[in-house]
């Protein structure tokens, strides 16, 4: 996993990095575009899932009572 990351994080750097010596706007927009992509490619972490807040974990508990006759 670290030697994956690792490998991601080189290429995202080399790609910002050859942004910042495009030479003309063509150049440019191509070497955008490829880092750009490289990011849309990775998955991004879910979105918060909604909840009902009447079936949380915290609340009031009911008696059980089997052990009274």
């Known amino acids: 996993m670290e030697a994956n990351y690792r490998t991601q ?3 995202l750097m080399a790609n910002l990095q050859a942004i910042e010596v495009a ?3 063509t150049d440019l927009k191509i070497k955008v575009e490829k880092a750009k992509d490289h990011l849309k490619a990775k998955k991004n972490k879910r979105s918060h899932q909604p909840f ?3 079936d949380l974990p915290n609340k009031a508990l009911k ?3 089997k052990w009274v006759t």
Do not use: F, G, K
């Open 52 to 54: 009902d807040p009447n």
């Open 9 to 11: 994080l080189d290429e």
């Open 23 to 25: 030479t003309d706007a």
């Open 63 to 65: 008696p059980n009572n």
